[in-house]
């Protein structure tokens, strides 16, 4: 079981920017496809990002592409997902996962985080 630990939410205004973080226990992450969901109040939790875990290829859900920036670090053992033009829909919980292997946009990952708070005022 991999442990994650995600960091970097607070609450920002329109237009800024955030970086959040996912550190991971395990030290074969470097095997691990990493992702990025979020949930907002009242809605189901739905993709944002996942990154392979060879090569770096990243593939982003349409409402945040061109925004936000999915990168990893095996050397530490962290993934970052950098925000920017934030706007007030991107308010949700953000959850980091992982999953040994390929990358997918579906919520196939048996190892989560337990979630960091981004709030985007207009």
């Known amino acids: 079981q991999v442990q994650l630990v995600e960091s970097g939410g607070r609450a920002v205004q329109a237009g800024g920017s955030l970086r959040l973080s996912c550190a991971a226990s395990?030290?074969?992450?470097?095997?691990?496809?990493m992702a990025w969901f979020r949930q907002a109040p009242g809605k189901e939790r739905e993709f944002v990002a996942t990154?392979?875990?060879?090569?770096?290829?990243?593939y982003y859900a349409d409402s945040v592409k061109g925004r936000f920036t999915l990168s990893r670090d095996n050397a530490k053992n962290t993934v970052y997902l950098q925000m920017n033009s934030l706007k007030p829909k991107d308010t949700a919980v953000y959850y980091c996962?992982?999953?040994?292997?390929?990358?997918?946009?579906?919520?196939?990952?048996?190892?989560w985080g337990q979630g960091t708070q981004v709030t985007v005022s207009s």
């Open positions: 996962a992982a999953r040994p292997g390929g990358m997918t946009m579906s919520e196939s990952y048996n190892n």
């Open positions: 395990e030290r074969t992450f470097s095997t691990y496809a």
């Open positions: 990154i392979s875990w060879i090569g770096g290829r990243t």
